[in-house]
């Protein structure tokens, strides 16, 4: 059974920093593409940054140079390093494994909420 489980979320300072991790339960995590979605209250899921098996990585516009995704193989985790954080990054924040194999392979985790506030 897939399992995806995020932490490392929590409230920060506007222009603070935090580290959320995900930790995959799959046998085949380094072929996936690994990525980190947000839901801010009200709004839609939306796609925050991806990283490919390969370690290419590719990100939101309005988070470049603020956030850094990364990724273990060996440990079948996925990393994002916010920083500069600001108070529109406020939402929860879901990490999602897409099978570059199998199309209908698409995982969530739970999500970790991530609040950004004086």
């Known amino acids: 059974q897939v399992r995806l489980v995020e932490s490392g979320g929590g409230l920060v300072q506007p222009g603070g920093s935090l580290r959320l991790s995900c930790a995959a339960s799959m046998s085949d995590f380094s072929s996936n593409i690994m990525a980190w979605y947000r839901q801010a209250p009200g709004k839609q899921r939306e796609w925050v940054a991806s990283?490919?098996?390969?370690?290419?990585?590719n990100y939101k516009d309005a988070v470049k140079g603020r956030f850094t995704i990364a990724r273990d193989d060996a440990k079948n985790t996925v990393s994002l390093q916010m920083n500069s954080l600001r108070f529109e990054d406020t939402a929860v924040y879901y990490c999602n494994s897409r099978s570059t194999i199998i199309a209908s392979d698409v995982y969530w985790g739970q999500g970790t909420q991530v609040t950004v506030s004086p």
């Open positions: 990283i490919t098996g390969g370690g290419r990585t």
